[in-house]
């Protein structure tokens, strides 16, 4: 899933109070799962809002609303088109996909993020989320065990350990496993430890970000 | 001799080929445009080392770069190694800087994967890491011995024009006390594959685990087809055991040395007297080719260091 | 004396709730001005039903379960704990005192410690209504752009 997280609530707050009238907008897919933008966050921040423009004289209506994806145009509905017209401008408590796809669909109001979205991951525990994707659009995680050397490496290394890696934990913060080392465990476990003498060549990051944004056709369920 | 044909013809690759022990040593270049301090440092280092590492935004502070440093020490009579770091330049900057490099007269480049850029004073920078350092070996020895760039193009201004490839003794950083520990030596093994001519370990004071690592780099014969020199780095004071032991990553201070330093009335002319006698033990171990002499912003120390350990003077091989 | 402050006493069903009703019939004096709301449990309590409550025109909530280890749910009453934590550091936010909610710990048996609780919070309540009153009010400058 999209993994988001809040933004401080001083810099929404300093957007909201532009308006007369927003429409927090929730997200009913990614961030209701990662805590960050569901209808009960949504809730809470409309609450927060509520409070702090009456405690410093704001005048600001909040409305609030919730739909189940943001990143559909057949979720945004007519009741929701109904509340955004009569907003002044929006909040998006969707990830920055879901921002981007109300302002394109409400061309005439400002859509402010109410997050800051992350990264692809996982549930670690509850509470607790981590990046386990690069999106890089050619997946080698095969190779290593199941582990993504791009988005798990500090260095994104394709042929590591750096020399920084000790006691599993990687240079940059012991709080950070090393990748290599789950790599080489994992690899060790699989009886595949000799793959790893392979030298992976150069990688094409035409198929990441760095070729431009990027689209994705399936030809046979388009209309 | 000469019936060995160089692939770069610098001064550390003739001095390995004949066998002889290398000696080098590295020179941090400037936090500023000063080119006083180069002189300065380099005039402590002439004549003592082969060629001197010219490292490159070391532990991710910015400095002056490698290249212009490089040809500033060349200038002063030094042979330079320039590091090349994948943190801050993709392919198409490294593979120019090397042409740059090699067009002005540099020889011996050694390639490193580069410190986070979160160690150091940028640390809201973006990083690169197009490549990895052992992918970036590679690409040397293919603009080295196939002429051609990562693409695949040949080096060459045009379809008629001559091939003018950079001819480059090619390095790596080894760290033998590195996790996981058998990996260590499989990723020598990668870099001597991926084209690495040299390389030079991380600074040595846990001589028994550096001692079981050469047993395994030999049982592999890897000694045989990279040259490795061992890395050496004169303790200062017992503040500074303490933290290469508690800090460093993957480096080892064992106690008996933390106890000597502990001990000395003058820990700096123990901490020398340790670093010249892992010199000597370190010449005896069958497969070390010759000593890296990290002196970490003391440049001035390496002569009387060599000299002690009788590395001087150096041989002139032609 | 300054008008009675709004609490609301977000009451657990096992024991403050119970202490509340033991208070009343021990005769204990307690302040009329705190309404409480009895939940099955203080884990119950959903941060947004605080908030909703300042929202409404609450001057304070208390939020009021049993001792730690003696919830009916095994641990409702901790994660009530935690969440007026996190209450309070959304109510800095909002530019609103945190110490307008409280978590307090009261067992079924002590009817006079949830009277004594009540008068004190009100107390508290009362006092910072009366700071507010007199602090001056910062305008914030609201723009015109949409
Ligand atoms: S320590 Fe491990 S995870 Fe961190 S940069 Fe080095 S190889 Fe990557």
Redesign the pocket.
């Known amino acids: 899933m999209i993994v988001a997280e809040r933004k401080p609530f001083d810099e929404i707050f300093a957007n909201a109070g532009k308006h007369h009238k927003v429409l927090l907008l929730g997200c009913g897919t990614c961030v209701t799962v990662c805590m960050a933008g569901g209808q009960k966050e949504t809730g809470v921040l409309a609450s927060q809002l509520r409070l702090a423009s009456r405690e410093k004289g704001v005048d600001l209506e909040v409305t609030e609303h919730t739909i189940t994806r943001q990143c559909d145009a057949e979720f945004f509905d007519d009741t929701t088109s109904r509340l955004v017209e009569e907003s002044d401008a929006v909040i998006s408590m969707g990830c920055g996909v879901g921002v981007q796809f109300c302002s394109d669909r409400y061309p005439n109001k400002t859509v402010y993020p109410a997050l800051n979205t992350e990264f692809f991951g996982a549930t670690l525990e509850q509470g607790v989320w981590t990046e386990r994707c690069a999106g890089c659009g050619q997946c080698i995680v095969d190779k290593f065990g199941g582990i993504c ?1 791009v988005a ?6 394709l042929n ?7 006691d599993g ?4 913060n012991p709080d ?6 789950k790599i080489y465990d994992h690899m060790e476990t699989l009886g595949r430890v000799d793959e790893l003498e392979e030298i992976q060549p150069l990688k094409d990051w035409s198929h990441n970000r760095d070729g431009g944004p990027r689209t994705v056709r399936k030809e046979d369920v388009r209309l | 001799m000469s019936v060995t044909t160089l692939k770069s013809g610098s001064m550390l690759e003739r001095v390995l080929v004949s066998g002889k022990f290398a000696v080098t040593s590295e020179l941090g270049p400037p936090k500023s445009a000063d080119v006083e301090t180069i002189k300065e440092k380099a005039a402590c280092l002439k004549g003592v080392c082969d060629a001197v590492n010219i490292t490159d935004n070391q532990t991710a502070i910015v400095r002056m770069s490698s290249i212009a440093a490089g040809v500033l020490a060349m200038r002063e009579g030094l042979e330079p190694v320039i590091q090349i770091t994948c943190r801050d330049r993709n392919r198409l900057a490294i593979q120019a800087d090397v042409l740059g490099a090699y067009a002005l007269g540099i020889r011996n480049i050694l390639c490193l ?1 580069g410190d ?1 850029q979160r160690f150091g004073n940028h640390p809201t920078s973006k990083n690169v890491f197009d490549m990895d350092s052992i992918q970036l070996v590679n690409v040397l020895k293919r603009m080295r011995d196939d002429k051609v760039f990562a693409c695949g193009d040949e080096i060459r201004n045009s379809k008629k024009a001559p091939l003018v490839a950079p001819e480059i003794f090619i390095g790596a950083a080894a760290n033998p006390f590195g996790d996981p520990f058998p990996f260590c030596v499989t990723r020598l093994g990668k870099k001597m594959r991926a084209g690495a001519d040299f390389v030079q370990t991380q600074c040595i004071y846990d001589m028994d685990r550096f001692r079981r690592w050469m047993e395994m780099v030999r049982d592999r014969g890897l000694h045989e087809q990279i040259y490795i020199l061992a890395g050496v780095t004169p303790l200062k004071s017992l503040r500074m055991a303490e933290h290469m032991r508690d800090n460093v ?1 993957g480096l080892s201070v064992p106690d008996h040395l933390i106890e000597r330093m502990k001990s000395a009335a003058d820990p700096k002319e123990e901490g020398e007297k340790i670093a010249v006698e892992q010199m000597q033990e370190l010449r005896d171990i069958p497969g070390v080719a010759g000593i890296h002499i990290m002196a970490i912003e003391a440049e001035k120390s390496v002569a009387g260091l060599a000299e002690k350990a009788g590395l001087l003077p150096r041989p002139i091989v032609d | 004396m300054s008008e009675d402050p709004n609490i609301i006493a977000f009451c657990c069903h096992y024991c403050a709730f119970t202490a509340a009703d033991l208070a009343g019939t021990m005769r204990q004096q307690y302040p009329v001005n705190v309404r409480i709301v009895r939940l099955p449990c203080t884990g119950r309590a959903e941060i947004n039903m605080v908030l909703q409550a300042f929202v409404d025109g609450a001057d304070g909530v208390l939020v009021a379960g049993c001792e730690p280890g003696s919830c009916h749910f095994i641990q409702g009453n901790l994660r009530a704990v935690k969440r007026v934590g996190q209450t309070k550091k959304l109510l800095i936010e909002a530019g609103i005192d945190p110490e307008r909610v409280e978590m307090r710990h009261i067992a079924a048996s002590q009817g006079p410690l949830f009277a004594q609780v009540s008068r004190e919070f009100t107390e508290k309540i009362r006092q910072l209504n009366e700071e507010k009153r007199m602090a001056p009010t910062v305008a914030v400058a609201q723009g015109e752009t949409t």
């Not at chain 1, 934990?169 to 940059?172: L, N, V």
């Open positions: 050397p798990r490496c500090s260095k994104s290394l590591g350990p750096c020399g920084g890696s000790a934990r990687c240079e940059i950070v496993d090393c990748a290599w080392q | 994967s986070h990553a």
